[in-house]
């Protein structure tokens, strides 16, 4: 079976032997908004066109893929949803030599019945659970728009998202912030400034009010230079925690994503005392496996 | 006298008569970001040369001239301050033929002890003042950055900021938002979907959150193209809102500024029950004039 994860800014594919495991893999800029109208059967053809050459008939593809810019609109699938709701809702693409299946996004509503969709995180949702036993957790994928699953059984039972990455992105690079922040490096992780902006993320006074206080520190010289960075990225973290933990976790957390991030939000749950666990592994790669075998797709 | 407001995008002047009376003003878009460096004398010379050349020899100027990227950098003066303070912490830059005072901003320093900056402002503030009697009051200037000034006898005694415009900028125009952001349009005020932001922001669940739900309401059919921009205006002023009334603010809220954004802000304070009064006019230019009379510029 081929699997693919069709982001909104890159595609990985995978190539799963008999059993599921993952016999090679590849990566490409072809994300949805990349391509160009009609792109999609170029893309699939020069990505896995080899694979399909050379015998293999079964994809599954999960994420923005299925979305309405994407290949094929899969509509968003109701929670509490788990492997078995998510592959009979995905969608048959017959495409000559192969039968490509997208996978489903979800949707929910959260406490003020505003709805809630995700697309992609459901096939590493199904992975993260199918590893545990079935007692209710919070699972929190951190990213551009970070999402906090709460799953139990062998569902997930709802989720909410904050776009955290996002508008750091935008505060950092298009607002009077970008003067007292530095491009981002890597080491170390957190980065200075960035505990400082946590704990400020912990008192009141409202985020619109707490992010220009990093302009006045750097205008005071209280802030230094390589710390404004790390205290935005603190104060977001710190309100998206702060914001999950007062709707209501159910511990414990389990952070799964990309290895920075996860360590920026292991840092923040620890400051503000909130257990947490760190998965690690390709949940991705798992989840399609997961969905393909309900299919019998893979053995 | 020569009064100068002299901002970040523009700059408004003022030719006042002896008896601090507005004889004639003018406009220009020669804001402090948009000259070229060492700018300051032409542009000066250009607004008011024929002013000076008319026989007008004191200036006075407030606003961003006095920064650090100005024309000539005033040091913030310390809160409590009022009219005495401010004139006593002018800065003298001789220019023939006349004799040009730059006003100093204000600092002060929130409840968690970080710096707060104003420039400009202080101007408005003290013409505000003027206007009252001796009692407490919070005075909000809605803007790029929204300040809440806390008022009580002649003198500001101390004020927050709130990166509420910028901050709906970034996000109406820089993030996945801005594809359920229309262009705002003029009428009506509030627009299509700010009471229902305002709603939202009076709910917990936090911004990051809050402002995804546009999004996802956007792509479940939930929230129409023309109230988007609405809905995300009404929510982050209704978070500036909550906020400042969470730090504590002494009734009444005197709002001034820009008619339509000011119009906003009443709306949302309606939401939130507090009382609250409009001032109008050309606080700015009554300040200068304010200023100007204590240091014997104007009768």
């Given at each position: 079976m081929i699997g693919i994860d069709w982001g909104t800014t890159n595609l990985r594919a995978w190539r799963f032997g008999a059993a599921g495991m993952v016999v090679e893999s590849r990566e490409a800029p072809y994300g949805v908004t990349r391509?160009?109208?009609?792109?999609f059967d170029a893309a699939f053809a020069e990505v896995v066109g080899e694979w399909l050459a050379d015998g293999e008939t079964g994809v599954l593809i999960a994420g923005m893929a299925g979305s309405r810019q994407g290949w094929l609109e899969v509509p968003y699938l109701e929670c509490p949803a788990g492997v078995e709701q998510i592959a009979g809702a995905t969608r048959l693409l017959p495409i000559a030599p192969a039968a490509v299946r997208i996978i489903p996004g979800l949707r929910t509503r959260d406490a003020d019945g505003v709805p809630e969709v995700l697309r992609g995180e459901e096939t590493a949702l199904i992975a993260l659970l199918a590893r545990r036993d079935a007692h209710e957790a919070t699972i929190c994928l951190p990213g551009t728009h970070t999402k906090w699953a709460h799953v139990g059984g062998d569902r997930v039972l709802g989720f909410t998202t904050a776009m955290t990455g996002e508008v750091f992105e935008a505060l950092s690079q298009h607002t009077i912030l970008r003067q007292s922040c530095a491009p981002p490096s890597a080491d170390p992780v957190p980065p200075p400034g960035f505990m400082a902006g946590v704990a400020q993320a912990?008192?009141?006074?409202g985020l619109l009010h707490q992010a220009f206080g990093l302009r006045a520190r750097w205008l005071m010289g209280e802030m230094a230079q390589g710390e404004g960075t790390g205290f935005l990225s603190g104060l977001l973290i710190g309100h998206d925690v702060a914001a999950a933990l007062e709707s209501g976790v159910s511990p414990p957390i389990i952070l799964c994503g990309a290895d920075a991030l996860v360590r920026l939000y292991a840092a923040a749950l620890e400051a503000f005392g909130i257990p947490h666990e760190v998965a690690t592994g390709e949940p991705v790669a798992e989840g399609l496996v997961l969905v393909g075998r309900r299919l019998g797709l893979v053995g």
């Open positions: 391509l160009p109208p009609g792109g912990k008192r009141p006074g």
